[in-house]
């Protein structure tokens, strides 16, 4: 089984930054994409980035060019780098994994808090 744990999130004020790092365990098998979503209270889970294994990154509009997203060469971690945080970026950060033959794997979130 593939297990995915979620860690850096926490409190910030504005205009501050947190790095996120997702890290997998298991029988893993090869990872088509990694991806970063986020849920904030009372809305649907968003995608925030993802990055394929080829190394292609894409962002969701409203964290271009505040977010990094970047995988290491072993397909068992992925992090994300976020820069001048803003308030609505308060969510529970989640990732997840999908396989080249479209199993997803998800972690358990990781919250991350943004303070005005």
């Known amino acids: 089984q593939v297990q995915l744990v979620e860690s850096g999130g926490g409190l910030v004020q504005a205009g501050g930054a947190l790095r996120l790092s997702c890290a997998a365990s298991g029988r893993i098998p090869a990872i088509m994409v990694m991806g970063w979503y986020r849920q904030a209270p009372g809305k649907q889970r968003d995608l925030v980035a993802t990055?394929?294994?080829?190394?292609?990154?894409n962002y969701a509009d409203t964290v271009k060019g505040r977010f990094t997203i970047s995988r290491d060469g072993a397909e068992r971690a992925v992090s994300l780098q976020m820069n001048s945080l803003k308030p609505e970026d308060t969510a529970v950060y989640y990732c997840k994994f999908t396989s080249y033959d479209s199993e997803n794997y998800w972690g358990q979130g990781t919250q991350v808090t943004v303070s005005s």
């Open positions: 990055i394929t294994s080829a190394g292609v990154p």
